[in-house]
């Protein structure tokens, strides 16, 4: 059985940076592609950012290009998400979500709170 835990949400002013941190338990994560997704207050969560089992990485939310990076290291079992440039709009429950063919596994959300 795989566990997702999420770490690193806060508080921060705008401008500012968070990382954070997902850890996976199990044999499954290096083979696993790996995303972060946002819950915005009031909205449906949606994809963010997402990373392949070899490290390539895409960020369907656009709002996030330039300022988010998505990483892993498959040694730890560990994803992480470095947002900087933090803005209002960047506030939610952040997600880690396990995927593989027929498995998906979500974590238990971290929030972040991005202050103006």
């Known amino acids: 059985q795989v566990q997702l835990v999420e770490s690193g949400g806060g508080l921060v002013q705008a401008g500012g940076s968070l990382k954070l941190s997902c850890a996976a338990s199990g044999t499954i994560f290096s083979t696993s592609v790996m995303s972060w997704y946002r819950q915005a207050p009031g909205k449906q969560r949606a994809l963010v950012a997402v990373?392949?089992?070899?490290?390539?990485?895409?960020y369907p939310d656009s709002s996030v290009k330039g300022r988010f990076t998505i990483s892993r290291d498959n040694a730890k079992n560990t994803m992480y998400l470095q947002m900087n440039s933090l803005k209002p709009e960047d506030t939610g429950v952040y997600y880690c979500n396990m995927r593989t063919p027929g498995l998906d596994y979500w974590g238990q959300g971290t929030l972040v709170t991005v202050s103006s």
């Open positions: 990373i392949t089992r070899i490290g390539s990485a895409d």
